[in-house]
């Protein structure tokens, strides 16, 4: 007979509504238990769970190796622990695809030390220090995150990977509509971006900037509308998914509110007006207090957009001096 292994968890003191952590992706998540099965083929994992907040697709059978609970003896589960430095943060001096993780950061009180570029540092970032970088992570561009010896690159992985250390990426189920979510406001950015800069080919000159702006809403950023007024409707949740706010969350009120500061500037009515739970979220995020002072400080106040090569950099801004006539 194979001998007994050693540390055997006791389930004994676990039953129906008992509260306990569940880790998933190596974060911890608030949970409580549904049901302890006695069935040996069970015996790995034997605990039922439903993550708090969260709807009963996300439930789960998981064993003690996943397990925090005081009430849960003789448990090896694993313990993270922080890393022993505060995360870096990498980014040009504007909001654009950094304001998500800003405001995650401040959400979760994560510590991070941010440096910001101006685009007169252009040329050493590419030349010095995007290189350097390159030589953890060959596909480097910012926004970067450096935690410890991981360089993490791309907006979505920046953000997911914030979300997971804040216990912001929500359950297991969720996890295909978080990334899909962040994929749609991804691209809700991009025809934002084609119509502010001038580079990207799409609206080249004043002119055409101001031709496009004002029929830029119905044809361009409607349908983003459409669709997460229609999520919101469906899920009849107060965020994107469930009753707190996840990853997602974060970029899509950003550009709801970079949406409102251009309509105010153009003269076009706000595109919320006939979306009312998308209002709703979009009011409800504002007044969130964990980002109190985020809205307070200075990052808020950035541009959106790179001032010197766009038509409309945020709130009250024209097109650069030497911007395509």
């Known amino acids: 007979m194979a001998p007994k292994p050693k540390n055997q968890p006791n389930y004994a003191a676990l039953s129906k509504g008992t509260q306990l952590q569940v880790e998933y992706d190596g974060t911890y998540y608030l949970a409580e238990v549904v049901t ?3 069935d040996p083929k069970r015996a790995k994992a034997p605990l039922k769970v439903h993550y708090t907040g969260w709807d009963k697709t996300s439930d ?3 064993g003690a190796d996943r397990v925090r609970s005081k009430a849960l003896r003789e448990t090896s589960a694993p313990t993270p622990t922080e890393p022993a ?6 980014y040009w001096n504007i909001r654009g695809l950094a304001a998500a993780p800003r405001m995650i950061a401040a959400y979760s009180k994560l510590k991070i030390n941010e440096t910001r570029y101006g685009w007169g540092d252009a040329g050493k970032w590419f ?5 350097e970088f390159a030589k953890d992570n060959v596909l480097v561009t910012l926004p970067i995150l450096k935690d410890g010896n991981r360089t993490v690159t791309m907006s979505n992985s920046v953000i997911l990977y914030l979300a997971r ?5 929500g359950p297991p189920a969720a996890r295909d509509d978080i990334q899909a979510l962040l994929c749609d406001v991804y691209d809700m950015r991009d025809v934002l971006v084609q119509l502010c800069y001038w580079y990207k080919g799409v609206c080249r000159t004043v002119k055409e900037f101001n031709e496009q702006k004002g029929k830029y809403f119905e044809t ?7 669709k997460y007024e229609g999520w919101l409707t469906k899920r009849e949740s107060n965020f994107f998914i469930g ?3 996840t990853a997602p969350d974060f970029h899509i009120w950003e550009m709801l509110d970079q949406h409102e500061m251009l309509a105010k500037d153009v003269g076009a009515d706000s595109p919320l007006t006939d979306k009312p739970k998308l209002k709703a ?15 307070e400080s200075d990052a808020y106040k950035l541009p959106c957009n790179v001032p010197e090569y766009t038509f409309w950099s945020g709130a009250g801004s024209s097109p650069a001096a030497d911007a395509p006539q």
């Open 281 to 295: 979220f979009y009011d409800r995020f504002r007044a969130l207090p964990q980002l109190k002072d985020y809205f």
């Open 36 to 38: 302890v099965s006695k």
């Open 127 to 131: 030349g010095e220090i995007k290189p």
């Open 243 to 245: 009753s707190k706010a």
């Open 165 to 169: 250390r804040a216990r912001l990426s």
């Open 85 to 90: 430095k505060p995360i870096e943060f990498h």
């Open 60 to 62: 789960e059978w998981v």
């Open 220 to 226: 361009k950023a409607k349908p983003f509308y459409d």
